[in-house]
């Protein structure tokens, strides 16, 4: 609190609030009112259960202000601690403004049963937002002194308890709980029990039934047996259809021009009197078979 008195100042105040401090604090107004809501309704488990929630969060709320600010510094770096720059300590000091003030907008107008002032226009915008009229809760003494009491003694507590602590010791709460602490330590046992009952159930299943069944036997079966068809099929269509016909027609077309070339490769000699031999061959040819049908009916 030495080193670091905005931060200390900002989060005390926010601590506060979050406790529901009686009448400087935001958080006292809002949790006074679902209190009395709670009360005015007959909800008495309700009401219990929040006024057991509203004492825990004083008491953790102070343990934390406690560990963090108070008494000598418990680790080392806390005896090197040091302010935080302006733009953290300025939210910090906007929001610890409204968590002392913005709370008065909304005091009811018969609070503790008198009128302090004019109407609260604050409910009235509310309600005129709201579909249909809700009735006010009429004020009542027992939940305004369970919400002072609550925050008081959470506060409280949280500072005599951890006013002396220092680091490495047992938690002061673990020896006074006893077995419960354990079973708070370990969170109810939720994330076993839900290990249990769910997330070892769903790796069976994803093993068992879709890995090796799902998987392996009939996604993976049905895969290869129709590979093995398709290969099946393949094998036919290129021993009986692709080898015999569609390659063996194109060996016998490269094959027989091959060998059409090599035959009329012997008239190629490269000697012009051959070829006009040849030429006067095809002439003398061609005069005989024209001569033949012209006189030889």
Not at 4 to 21: Q, V
Not at 136 to 144: E, G
Not at 145 to 155: D, H, I, M, R, Y
Not at 191 to 212: C, G, H, N, R
């Amino acid at each position: 609190r030495k080193k670091m008195p905005i931060t200390f100042w900002t989060f005390l105040i926010g601590g506060f609030a979050l406790s529901g401090f009686p009448l400087v604090t935001a958080g006292f107004w809002s949790k006074d009112e679902i209190l009395a809501d709670a009360f005015a309704e007959g909800h008495w488990m309700v009401f219990g259960t929040l006024a057991l929630a509203a004492l825990l969060t004083a008491f953790y709320t102070m343990r934390q202000i406690t560990l963090t600010f108070l008494g000598e510094p418990r680790t080392k770096a806390a005896e090197h601690a040091h302010e935080t720059p302006l733009t953290m300590t300025l939210p910090l000091m906007v929001l610890a403004f409204f968590s002392l003030t913005y709370g008065w907008v909304g005091i009811p107008d018969d609070f503790m049963g008198r009128n302090f002032g004019p109407r609260n226009w604050f409910h009235d915008w509310v309600a005129s937002t709201l579909p249909e009229h809700l009735p006010t809760v009429n004020f009542n003494w027992l939940p305004l002194l369970t919400s002072v009491l609550v925050a008081s003694l959470g506060l409280l507590g949280g500072y005599l308890v951890y006013r002396k602590y220092q680091a490495g010791q047992e938690d002061p709460v673990k020896k006074a709980l006893g077995p419960i602490h354990k079973i708070l330590q370990n969170k109810y046992y939720f994330d076993e029990i839900y290990e249990v009952i769910f997330i070892k159930p769903a790796i069976w299943i994803s093993e068992t039934v879709s890995y090796l069944f799902l998987d392996r036997k009939i996604i993976d079966g049905f895969l290869h047996l129709f590979a093995r068809v398709t290969y099946s099929i393949g094998s036919i269509f290129r021993n009986y259809i692709d080898m015999p016909i569609i390659n063996g027609f194109g060996d016998f077309m490269g094959e027989g021009t091959k060998k059409l070339g090599k035959s009329l490769r012997v008239v190629q000699t490269g000697r012009v009197q051959q070829y006009m031999l040849i030429g006067l061959g095809f002439v003398f040819v061609a005069v005989f078979y024209y001569l033949y049908k012209l006189f030889l009916p």
